[in-house]
């Protein structure tokens, strides 16, 4: 009888383990469905954010330019290192935005 009882516990665990693995595999299929959906949401929003960081570095490029041509046009000693420092975070803005859309799409 003790056997049985074993026996008995047994199986009610095995039905268990059956039954939470049987809902973990048929749940997979929503998660899937779920990434899908974040990354084609995620990735409609690189265009926008693209032109975003290009119009971005469009202005700061039209700064840097009126801060080059104030300098050059005070005879400032400093205009190289301020035209080198202006254009180089305009390219940098330019190729970080490339490069992002390239790897993540």
Known sequence: MNVAKFANKKLVACAALIAAGVSTAMAQGNGLAGINEATSMVTSYFEPGTKLIYAIGAVVGLIGGVKVYGKFSS??????????SWFGACIFLIVAATILRSFFL
């Open 75 to 84: 005879g400032d000693p400093d205009t190289s290192k301020t035209a080198a």
